[in-house]
């Protein structure tokens, strides 16, 4: 429900009056009765809504692509280039990231991969309808869905309702999403790096799978997440095309940073329920 029907609805509202106000939401309500009941409300909704941050260099996809979203109850972060996305994730919260992948400067595909190489925020991309291999490349750095343009905006709304669904399924990260180096046991990860190095400092390579299942786990330190969760977590929209992969990096994963892989103590298998670590982690 928006913040619009939670007036409606109301039976002790009278009809509403609507102006913008912010560039974080766009609108403020009004009545005229009841007036501390409905700013209330309103104020509970607009807190509790999912907070979106839309990257396109187009001012006129932006403003339109806010009005609609604001319309189905959701807030709206806007964002006209890569630079400007940085400080706007540096400064907010966000729920999802609907980005432009073909922006001057820095483009969107470098700044999925590194939204992804510093965490699990759900990306979906905008795209070009002849820009194949940008979409793959896309899809393999991480993002959870696409949309090629010109786009239906009830289509777009309908993919961001499936991730956020999806993501919001799964336990809550317990590590701030900023964290760029994490600390289990002798191990420390470097995000920026995609690099693991133990006690001597010797430098262990990762693959793209395995260091988003790595962080995932480091995220989540003593949750238990199924395969399921973690193929949402780490492949997304594709997740069914990978069916065992979970299985298998999590074998690799365990041989690099498990002193005995065939009896693991930082990756615990729970049977039929996946997989837990249970190590203490910490930001270095």
């Known amino acids: 429900?928006?913040?619009?029907?939670v007036c409606r609805r109301s039976p002790v509202l009278s009809p509403i009056v609507a102006f913008p106000i912010s560039d974080t939401f766009g609108y403020t309500f009004f009545c005229t009765i009841n007036d501390k009941t409905v700013h209330s409300a309103v104020m509970d909704t607009i807190e509790n809504a999912p907070h979106l941050?839309?990257?396109?260099?187009?001012r006129d996809i932006r403003d339109s692509l806010k009005a609609y979203l604001v319309e189905?109850?959701?807030?709206?972060?806007?964002?006209?280039?890569?630079?400007?996305?940085?400080r706007a994730l540096k400064s907010g919260s966000f729920d999802l990231v609907v980005l432009d992948i073909m922006m001057p400067g820095e483009d969107g595909l470098s700044l999925c991969r590194?939204?992804?190489?510093?965490?699990?925020?759900?990306?979906?991309?905008?795209?070009?309808?002849a820009e194949d291999t940008d979409r793959i490349v896309g899809l393999e750095m991480g993002a959870?869905?696409?949309?090629?343009?010109?786009?239906?905006?009830?289509?777009?709304?309908?993919?961001?309702?499936?991730?956020?669904?999806?993501?919001h399924a799964l336990p809550p990260r317990q590590q701030t999403v900023t964290a760029t180096c994490f600390k289990f046991g002798p191990w420390k990860l470097d995000s920026d790096r995609q690099e693991l190095s133990g006690a001597d400092d010797i430098a262990i390579s990762l693959s793209t799978g395995e260091f988003q299942l790595l962080t995932t786990f480091l995220e989540r330190p003593g949750i238990v997440l199924s395969r399921d969760q973690l193929l949402d977590i780490t492949r997304g929209r594709d997740a069914a095309l990978f069916d065992r992969s979970i299985d298998n990096q999590v074998s690799r994963l365990r041989k690099k940073i498990e002193d005995d892989p065939k009896n693991p103590v930082l990756i615990k298998t729970h049977w039929g329920g996946g997989y837990s670590f249970t190590a203490k982690v910490t930001e270095a």
């Open 114 to 129: 590194d939204l992804r190489s510093h965490g699990s925020i759900p990306i979906i991309l905008l795209t070009a309808v």
């Open 53 to 58: 941050l839309v990257v396109d260099d187009h």
């Open 72 to 86: 189905h109850g959701y807030r709206i972060t806007l964002a006209e280039n890569a630079e400007t996305a940085r």
């Open 1 to 5: 429900m928006n913040v619009i029907e």
């Open 144 to 167: 959870d869905d696409y949309i090629t343009k010109p786009f239906n905006p009830r289509e777009l709304l309908a993919r961001i309702k499936t991730v956020l669904r999806r993501t």
